[in-house]
């Protein structure tokens, strides 16, 4: 065999191997990439079932509801409840839900897995359980539930909750056996929480809703504890947070109202502006004649038995914002500091501020430290400062990137912003009730960074 027959032959084979490894490859990748389009065509399906799920919850529909589970094989556990098998538990409780116009239930999911033969998954997440009768509890917590394909349908086979309170309603303070914390919520849009410190000598009010009618519920609850109310705490001039408190005082006169001095000041003058934008928005279920708070809150305030140590927050979310610490325990109410996966309200304009305020905030504490935030359920004090940092540094990249080529941001440059943040946050629910939130904090922000940049200009 001559010498360039060899080699004509040895690179005829090369060639022939690389083709072979190229076609391999080139298989391999179109498997790669169907096997990724099923599998997202899977999730979308099971997402279906979780929209199906909350929309029969709302339409009060309950043949369509029972109709997800699979009747023959269902294992349930309800919020703080024993488990059983079968759909007699399962229809039992979704008939009281769809029977009563007052109760709300919904899922959020936040992750979805499909097993290996794609015909078994589970899905998890936060539900959510309201009512505007005060003699129900509401709720919020976690659902795990697992789910079989049978024919085109995915079908319940487990739904598995677990409630954010033990089985009496209230959370437990692991430090302090005796001292309990209940969170009420008030309704979206603009949800605002008002906790209840619950000890063995009465109730510490932290916050007080934006409405008379919201707070007509909260003092049923309050009252439904059969303890005195001791002391009402307001964390800053927001009037979210003190718009009820007219309702409040009523119901529990004589009990003293804390807050800061700067909180009182604002309150007492609307400087602001605030209260009156706010009752021209919701007007005569915001009180007419707001109670001042009478005392002012120093570092440490000494209620009960209990020792709360305040902060407070200057030109960051307000103008002044107080958190505290329950002493000897791993729990801080941080006001609206934080919101757990809200859209916060930047348009007092001090967002490089607020950002330095949540690093002196998870410096302060130790990382197993349990939040309350002003909005949103509570939660570990590093997954809810880390959304909130997300937030406002991504708002703040996104303006700053669509200032670099023009001086202000026109209609389509706000548009895109907007369409960033909805793409990498969902479109969640607001601190306040207003739809366009997203729209008001980019152009709070625009305004900051260009008094930022001139003032840097300017050195």
């Known amino acids: 065999m001559s010498k360039s027959y060899r080699l004509s032959l040895s690179l005829f084979m090369a060639l022939l191997i690389a083709a072979c490894a190229c076609q ?18 899977l999730v979308s399906e099971l997402l279906n079932v979780n929209d199906d799920f909350n929309k029969a919850i709302h339409e009060k529909d309950l043949p369509t509801l029972l109709n997800l589970y699979d009747s023959n094989e269902m294992y349930w556990l309800p919020p703080n409840n024993s488990k059983s098998m079968g759909m007699n538990s399962v229809r039992d409780n979704y008939n009281f839900i769809t029977s009563s116009p007052d109760v709300k239930l919904w899922h959020v999911v936040d992750k979805v897995f499909v097993g290996p033969n794609q015909k078994l998954a589970t899905m998890m997440g936060s539900y959510h359980f309201r009512s505007s009768n005060p ?6 917590g976690k659902f795990f539930l697992t789910l079989a394909k049978e024919g085109s349908n995915w079908k319940i086979k487990s739904d598995i909750y677990n409630s954010d309170f033990p089985a ?10 005796n001292v309990y914390i209940h969170t009420y919520a008030s309704d979206a849009p603009g949800s605002v929480n008002a906790h209840l410190i619950i000890t063995t000598e009465g109730i ?16 049923e609850v309050i009252k439904s504890f059969k303890k005195p109310l001791l002391a009402i705490i307001i964390t800053h001039a927001h009037p979210d947070h003190f718009g009820g408190l007219e309702q409040i005082a009523t119901v529990f006169p004589q009990v003293p109202i804390y807050s800061s001095l700067e909180t009182k000041v604002d309150i007492a003058t609307d400087k602001n502006g605030y209260i009156r934008s706010t ?10 004649n707001v109670p001042i708070p009478a005392k002012t809150i120093d570092s440490v305030l000494n209620l009960g038995s209990l020792e709360l140590l305040f902060d407070t927050y200057r030109n960051g979310e307000s103008e002044s914002l107080n958190t505290f610490q329950i002493k000897s325990t791993d729990i801080v109410f941080a006001s609206d500091l934080i919101n757990n ?19 002196q905030f998870t410096q302060k504490y130790p990382p197993h430290s349990i939040v309350y935030p002003g909005h949103g359920a509570h939660g570990s004090i590093e997954e809810l400062t880390a959304f909130q940092k997300e937030y406002i540094t991504t708002i703040r990249n996104l303006v700053a990137i669509e200032l670099q080529e023009k001086k202000n941001l026109n209609s389509e440059s706000k548009k895109r912003i907007i369409k960033e943040l909805n793409g990498k946050f969902g479109n969640l629910d607001g601190v306040t009730p207003s739809n366009s939130l997203n729209a008001m904090n980019v152009d709070a922000v625009e305004d900051e960074l260009k008094k930022e940049k001139s003032n840097k200009n300017k050195m």
Do not use: C
Not at 135 to 140: A, H, K
Not at 204 to 219: G, H, N, P, Q, Y
Not at 279 to 288: A, V
Not at 341 to 349: A, N, R, S, T
């Open 341 to 359: 996966k809200m859209i916060p309200y930047l348009v007092e304009g001090h967002t490089a501020n607020w950002l330095k305020h949540l690093d």
């Open 135 to 140: 003699s129900i509890q509401g709720d919020d």
């Open 24 to 41: 391999k490859k080139s298989e391999a990748a179109k498997i790669e990439k169907v096997e990724q389009v099923e599998i997202a065509t």
């Open 204 to 219: 510490i009010l932290v916050d007080a809703l934006r409405t008379t009618s919201e707070a007509k519920k909260l003092a």
């Open 168 to 177: 009496n309603g209230e959370k437990l303070l692991r430090d302090k056996p």
């Open 279 to 288: 009752k021209l928005f919701i007007g005569s279920d915001f009180g007419n």
